[in-house]
């Protein structure tokens, strides 16, 4: 017991440490994923996104091809060539892959910061053949939880091999002072949560809508696939209950005077608790039912979620293999019948039944000049007030390391 509350503190020692010497940056260096337990990642896990896109076929010239089966992307590494399906594209495309400061939801040009982000496949490919055979361990490892229907249970140690496979150091506390491409995507993961998931998702599909639409050839619908893959990656971080509510960047940037690993670390407080209690989830028809969050998606109580997924992840992929056949992106109504089957965040967030059964642990107020205030939630209260980021920062380490 006691060498489980050292290896805590040493961590979280070691956590302020590389936080102060970032501390200059708000949107910051580090995420305390490098510290997780392992139960509660922010982020899906790699093995269900990878069985979300292995649940749908993809239309082809030459008939329905699996999601796990189509390979939309071939690349040439040093280790030869890496077939990426697009089963493959979902798990990891803004996991694994992509450019860290490059924020779709923030920026206000998505369509070059997403490309900047699709460029990633090529700059960081030498990653590839690493990564993957770490994931095919990982699906060893987990496959036991996902046969019996039960939460997932990834040990520390993928995430710290995963770190040392993208340029980065392994162990707990060897990620912790050199992250590598996948801790430095965790650390701007913004575009995973809420709103954010949803402008990157739009602004994806609308990108593989028109390639589709100008493809002559199968490798140009491919293409279109390559892309659309990137996209639904979001679109499935919208039905995990701790990515709808969860504001990632406005804690970041509130609680800005903390080193950002704390501020990372109070977001995934409230990431946690919603993925663990799960969230009655609200669609663009104001439909509703009830979903769980991170490595649940396997659980009997996130059923109704796992199958509105699927059919959402199947109506978004068939709109590219429409537009390919018709010649015509239709992005407007395309993108509008999406957004009724998507999970809404706002109307999500505002649910009375969500509110008052599962209070947010965050909410965003408007403060003096209209500058965002966070207001934190006290459950012996049963209210609100004002966060005071430090005092909150010592409550969650002293829960994480007793607790």
Not at 23 to 51: C, M
Not at 69 to 98: E, H, Y
Not at 99 to 121: C, F, H, M, R
Request: glycine share 8%; proline share 4%; net charge neutral.
């Amino acid at each position: 017991m006691a060498h489980k509350y050292l290896s805590k503190i040493v961590v979280i020692g070691s956590l302020l440490w590389v936080g102060l010497a970032n501390a200059q940056t708000p949107l910051g260096a580090l995420d305390l994923k490098t510290i997780s337990q392992g139960h509660h990642p922010l982020k899906f896990e790699s093995p269900e996104h990878n069985s979300l896109g292995s649940s749908v076929d993809l239309g082809t010239p030459n008939g329905l091809v699996n999601g796990s089966q189509l390979v939309v992307k071939t690349l040439q590494t040093k280790s030869g060539a890496v077939n990426l399906s697009f089963a493959d594209m979902i798990w990891l495309s803004g996991d694994f892959i992509g450019e860290p400061k490059q924020i779709v939801g923030l920026s206000s040009d998505p369509a070059t910061t997403l490309k900047n982000n699709l460029n990633g496949y090529d700059k960081y490919k030498e990653y590839l053949p690493a990564i993957k055979r770490i994931f095919a361990d990982m699906l060893r490892d987990t496959d036991a939880n996902i046969q019996a229907g039960q939460a997932l249970e990834v040990p520390d140690d993928y995430n710290y091999r995963y770190n040392a496979a993208t340029g980065g150091w392994g162990g707990a506390v060897g990620a912790v002072l050199k992250s590598g491409l996948y801790l430095k995507l965790a650390s701007y993961n913004y575009d995973h949560f809420g709103q954010h998931a949803l402008k990157t998702y739009i602004t994806a599909h609308t990108l593989a809508l028109e390639l589709a639409s100008k493809a002559n050839t199968a490798a140009e619908l491919n293409n279109a696939y390559f892309v659309e893959g990137y996209a639904d990656h979001f679109l499935t971080d919208l039905f995990a209950a701790g990515h709808l509510r969860t504001p990632r960047a406005e804690v970041v940037n509130y609680c800005a005077n903390l080193p950002q690993g704390l501020s990372s670390f109070l977001t995934k407080l409230m990431h946690d608790q919603d993925g663990t209690t799960g969230l009655n989830i609200v669609n663009g028809r104001g439909e509703t039912w009830f979903g769980a969050g991170d490595n649940h998606y396997y659980t009997e109580a996130n059923r109704v979620n796992r199958t509105r997924a699927v059919a959402t992840l199947q109506q978004s992929v068939d709109q590219i293999f429409a537009a390919y056949q018709t010649r015509n992106a239709n992005v407007s109504a395309n993108s509008r019948d999406m957004l009724l089957s998507l999970p809404d965040p706002s109307a999500t967030l505002a649910l009375q039944q969500n509110t008052e059964t599962y209070p947010p642990l965050y909410k965003v107020m408007s403060g003096a000049n209209a500058n965002p205030v966070i207001n934190v939630y006290n459950g012996k209260a049963k209210g609100y007030s004002k966060m005071k980021c430090g005092a909150s920062s010592i409550t969650a380490i002293w829960n994480y390391v007793f607790k």
